[in-house]
Nanobody, 114 residues
Framework: QVQLVESGGGLVQAGGSLRLSCAAS????????MAWYRQAPGKQRELVAS???????NYADSVKDRFTISRDNAKNTIYLQMNSLKPEDTGVYYC????????WGQGTQVTVSS
């Protein structure tokens, strides 16, 4: 079965950085576009960044120029480098195949203090 395990979250001050990781199993990783999503308290889950199999990356306007998504197909892992963090980046971060609505992992909590 599909397993997605996110890690790397934590508490950081505004302006700080974090690097999230997501290890995937049960899928042919290299054939899937992968993405990071986040869910802020009281809000719906939103797409933050995606990385296609062809090497293209896309970002939500709110994180553009601050976040960088990358993938390592050899390790079945995707990453999200988050710089210049803001309090509004606080939430639970999840990875998944782009466009999929099932098989969510437990997520990793990111809290940015002002």
């Amino acid at each position: 079965q599909v397993q997605l395990v996110e890690s790397g979250g934590g508490l950081v001050q505004a302006g700080g950085s974090l690097r999230l990781s997501c290890a995937a199993s049960g899928i042919i990783f290299s054939r899937n576009a992968m993405a990071w999503y986040r869910q802020a308290p009281g809000k719906q889950r939103e797409l933050v960044a995606s990385f296609t199999t062809g090497g293209s990356s896309n970002y939500a306007d709110s994180v553009k120029d601050r976040f960088t998504i990358s993938r390592d197909n050899a390790k079945n892992t995707i990453y999200l480098q988050m710089n210049s963090l803001k309090p509004e980046d606080t939430g639970v971060y999840y990875c998944n195949r782009l466009g999929f609505k099932a098989d969510w992992g437990q997520g990793t909590q990111v809290t940015v203090s002002s």
